[in-house]
């Protein structure tokens, strides 16, 4: 099975609006991470929020805010006012530790292309 | 700028060959991190060295080793290449190794097996 899925290869949004990346995760650890990251088409990979498997809240970080849903295992990416500097691909990642060793895995990502 | 440096940016080598990759983690930071993103393998995490220590392994082919040096910086050695190494190589660092360190990633070094 997989550890990290997101079902979106790529997704349109229109400006100023907001978009939902979905990403749901398989881990039977009771502490892990989640984390999303931005690659845009110049191939850096830019850290955007964390989510922490015993946060009661959900994070936010500006216009990101991850819609943590432990129960369903889901870590959805909200991008809120969506710009067109937004267009690039979005990889969520989990973090699991076990006896003090760690296991990060990636998604396959999703590409979110802003239309003016 | 993430601040962590990786040298050199571009690689052309045969296979068969052995490329040794250079990552400098950001001022401070005491965790180095090594992933590989290929068209067909996509983001995989290889090796991750706190403070000399090796940490966590992930999908890192015998062929490939890593090591964390007394100033931090790390070394990621490929040998015996093949066509199918071709990717992205990218370094990341964290202050400290754990779960919910941001990883700063460097820009990477795009390996070319021909």
């Known amino acids: 099975a997989q550890k990290i899925t997101q079902t979106q290869p790529g997704m349109f949004v229109q400006e100023k609006e907001a978009v939902t990346l979905d990403c749901t995760y398989d881990?039977?650890?009771?502490?892990?991470?989640l984390f999303w990251y931005k690659q845009p088409s110049s191939g850096e990979m830019i850290f955007l929020i964390y989510q922490g498997s015993y946060d009661q809240q959900n994070a936010t970080e500006g216009r990101y805010s991850l819609n943590f849903q432990k129960a369903r295992k889901s870590a959805n990416l909200v991008i809120s006012a969506s710009q067109l500097g937004d267009s690039a691909m979005y990889f969520c990642a989990m973090r699991e530790e076990r006896g003090g060793y760690q296991k990060v895995t990636f998604g396959t990502g999703t590409k979110l292309q802003v239309i003016p | 700028d993430s601040g962590v440096t990786q040298t050199p940016k571009h690689l052309i080598t045969a296979t068969g060959q052995r490329v040794t990759l250079r990552c400098s983690p950001r001022s401070g930071d005491l965790s180095v991190y090594w992933y590989q993103q290929s068209l067909d393998q996509g983001l995989q995490f290889l090796i991750q060295y706190y403070n000399g220590e090796e940490r966590a392994k992930g999908n890192i082919l015998e062929r490939f080793s890593a090591q964390q040096f007394p100033d931090l910086h790390s070394e990621l050695n490929l040998s015996s290449l093949e066509l199918g190494d071709s990717a992205l190589y990218f370094c990341?660092?964290?202050?400290?190794?754990?779960?919910?360190?941001?990883?700063?990633f460097g820009p990477g070094t795009r390996l070319t097996v021909l």
């Open positions: 881990t039977s650890d009771p502490s892990y991470g």
């Open positions: 990341a660092s964290s202050y400290t190794g754990g779960i919910g360190n941001e990883q700063f």
